[in-house]
């Protein structure tokens, strides 16, 4: 007979929430199991946030060295060494994932166990261990934190080539001739200007008319200006339709407004968006539900249909940010051990795209105050305005703040320009304490700083 191993939790992924979880737990006195089918530390450490933004990082050297001449500085030709860009990445993937594991071990109460974990009736799990053989597990409570994986369109030829994903472009050792990247989103952004960097041809396909959609137009169009000035071609609605190997390439067929474009490159980047890893967790023998895409359905404190089983982070859908995700875990930390009532609902969600200038945004766009029927008001200043951003030769981009016209509230901000993350976190700090946009008008900010922009800024705000 099958030995059933009783815990009082079992929290399935270990990723930025998952992780912290599962030690709040064993450290509250909890017997948690905690299982991990293939990185300790999720997707972010492994796979996204910190290989992409340490390679980025490389990018950035690469673009600042070419533009030496433009500070006075002479330098030869440069040389990209892919394989040291990559040793650097996996070092840094290395130390953070190698910490996830310690985090973990210090806890008695906790057991890791590393396999792939699926429902077999109603609380009750079955583990199929990787080193081989199987552990079947049950809990009162059990969370869900398996996260999402690249999406793979059903293009006619698309499986017939070596396409790259997001995870395995970051292996390559050489610098592909031409990158296409088939997706206009902030992933496939992010990776095709820093190959550019690296010194590929890069074309972009997007099917919508812009790039990256949830921003308003105005944005998009100034990011869009950028990537065209570096040297990036981009093929707007734009559908591709066919993809076939040629000699020494592989040729992607597109539907665009000017008739059928063939496009040759030497190697393709699918970046289409990323799909939740819910499809073998056969929720159906515990009876959670999903919706038509397979993310899982919670109410506002995480709550599945299920009671005692939640799920978190971008399994559930919704933004898929690391930051939410640990947010989810602070709910979940708040509601079960410190008996508060913490709930998603009207949480902040900031965000930064690392392109380069960054675009950091938070808080409601102008499109959807408009939608909203709000009394707003714009203030726009483009980077070229700013004085630290002359001095550092890095005019690019545009901010742009909307702001409540009864409530001198701040409403929203997109930041494109040189650090426009760290800026878009000062204005979601006086957004959090609920400052009107006029204390950040007149505020004495350090000279000369990125951050006294500000003040010209919302200085700008319509009457």
Not at 32 to 41: I, L, P, S
Not at 308 to 327: C, E
Not at 438 to 447: G, I
């Amino acid at each position: 007979m099958t030995t059933v191993e009783r815990y009082d939790a079992i929290v399935i992924g270990t990723g930025q929430g998952g992780g912290p979880l599962a030690g709040k737990l064993a450290g509250a006195d909890w017997k948690t199991a905690v299982v991990e089918r293939e990185h300790v530390g999720g997707s972010c450490v492994n796979v996204g946030c910190t290989p992409t933004k340490t390679m980025v990082a490389s990018a950035r050297v690469a673009h600042l060295v070419r533009r030496a001449v433009d500070y006075g500085i002479r330098t030869g030709p440069i040389t990209i060494d892919q394989k040291v860009v990559r040793r650097r990445k996996r070092d840094i993937v290395e130390s953070f994932s190698s910490g996830s594991r310690r985090g973990l071990a210090q806890w008695d109460r906790l057991d890791l166990i590393m396999g792939e974990a699926r429902f077999a009736g109603h609380k009750q799990v079955v583990v199929v261990l990787n080193d081989g053989g199987e552990r079947t597990l049950t809990a009162d409570k059990i969370f869900i934190n398996t996260g999402l994986r690249p999406a793979i369109p059903p293009i006619p030829g698309l499986a017939d080539v070596a396409y790259l994903d997001s995870t395995s472009i970051m292996e390559v050792d050489t610098v592909p001739d031409h990158l296409i990247v088939l997706g206009g989103g902030y992933i496939g952004l992010e990776f095709g200007q820093m190959f550019r960097r690296f010194g590929s041809e890069v074309t972009v396909i997007e099917m919508m008319a812009r790039l990256a959609p949830r921003e308003d137009p105005d944005v998009c169009g100034e990011l869009q200006e950028i990537l065209r000035e570096d040297g990036i071609r981009l093929l707007l609605n734009a559908k591709a339709t066919e993809v076939t190997q040629t000699n020494g390439g592989i040729r992607v067929s597109a539907e665009t407004p000017g008739g059928r474009e063939d496009v040759v490159g030497s190697a393709v980047l699918v970046a289409v968006g990323r799909v939740p890893n819910t499809d073998r967790l056969n929720l159906e023998a515990t009876g959670v539900t999903a919706d038509s895409r397979g993310y899982i359905e919670v109410n506002d404190r995480l709550q599945t249909n299920v009671p005692g089983i939640y799920a978190f982070g971008d399994v559930k859908g919704g933004p898929a940010f690391t930051h939410i995700a640990y947010d989810d875990y602070r709910i979940l930390r708040t509601n079960l051990l410190e008996g508060g009532d913490a709930t998603t609902a009207n949480r902040f969600v900031p965000y930064v795209v690392f392109v380069d200038p960054q675009l950091g945004r938070i808080g409601l766009t102008e499109e959807e105050a408009k939608a909203q029927g709000l009394n707003y008001r714009v203030a726009k200043m483009p980077m070229s305005h700013v004085a630290r951003a002359l001095e550092v030769e890095e005019t690019r981009g545009l901010m742009k703040v909307i702001v409540d016209a009864d409530t001198e509230q701040i409403l929203g901000c997109a930041v494109l320009g040189i650090e426009g993350g760290e800026i878009m976190s000062m204005i979601q700090i006086a957004m959090m304490g609920r400052l009107p946009y006029t204390r950040l008008r007149e505020a004495t900010f350090a000279h000369p700083t990125l951050a006294e922009a500000l003040n010209n800024l919302f200085g700008k705000v319509e009457a």
